[in-house]
T-cell receptor
């Protein structure tokens, strides 16, 4: 059973602090994603990684960076937290290319981290 | 730019009735259309998906239809039950995303099933 875990369920930080959100998956997935979820806006992609040390910007990368040093772990970093980064952050993972897989496939999500920046 | 529009934003039905959620997408190269259900306090979970070479797919009480010409796809839930109450998201792959499966999500629909 695929498991995606996130380091915190709730986090409260102050403006200007550096914030680390950690995500770990146990299914040997190549692809990992960080999303931000806000009411009425759905899920918006912040960053994507398709392999160790590889990353691509998503739709809203400003103010964020990521790190993927190991295949199972994908970290989201808020360099200097601001109040407009108060949100729910969701991590997800999925297989990349595999024999027998017909292209894009299921993303498995973690439970989310609700971040409040004061 | 690439976009997925989802309607309605909220939907309230009586237990046993059917519920339909509709999405439209803008990128004609999209080829994979998953639907996710998010229960309170949890991350989204895939409930059904459809690929562009199929027009309809059914799994027990849920079904998805795809109209590639009109760039529409819909989720149908029959015989709704209180445990179907959740937020539902549609999504479509971004054109050219290959096996990375990068998705564009709709805005979400909050479904309430009244007992």
């Amino acid at each position: 059973d695929v498991k995606v875990t996130q380091s915190s369920r709730y986090l409260v930080k102050r403006t200007g602090e550096k914030v680390f959100l950690e995500c770990v998956q146990d299914m040997d997935h190549e692809n990992m994603f960080w999303y931000r979820q806000d009411p009425g806006l759905g899920l918006r992609l912040i960053y994507f990684s398709y392999d160790v040390k590889m990353k691509e910007k998503g739709d809203i990368p400003e103010g964020y960076s990521v790190s993927r040093e190991k295949k199972e772990r994908f970290s989201l970093i808020l360099e200097s937290a601001s109040t407009n980064q108060t949100s729910m952050y969701l991590c997800a993972s999925s297989f990349g290319w595999r024999w027998g897989l017909a292209g894009p496939n299921e993303q498995f999500f973690g439970p989310g981290t609700r971040l409040t920046v004061l | 730019g690439e976009n997925v529009e989802q309607h309605p934003s909220t939907l309230s039905v009586q237990e046993g009735d059917s519920a339909v959620i509709k999405c439209t997408y803008s990128d004609s190269a999209s080829n994979y259309f998953p639907w996710y259900k998010q229960e309170l306090g949890k991350g989204p979970q895939l409930i059904i998906d459809i690929r562009s070479n199929v027009g309809e797919k059914k799994d027990q009480r849920i079904a998805v239809t795809l109209n590639k010409t009109a760039k529409h796809f819909s989720l149908h839930i029959t015989e709704t039950q209180p445990e179907d109450s959740a937020v539902y998201f549609c999504a479509a792959t971004r054109g050219g995303s290959g096996n990375t499966g990068k998705l564009i999500f709709g805005q979400g629909t909050t479904l309430q099933v009244k007992p």
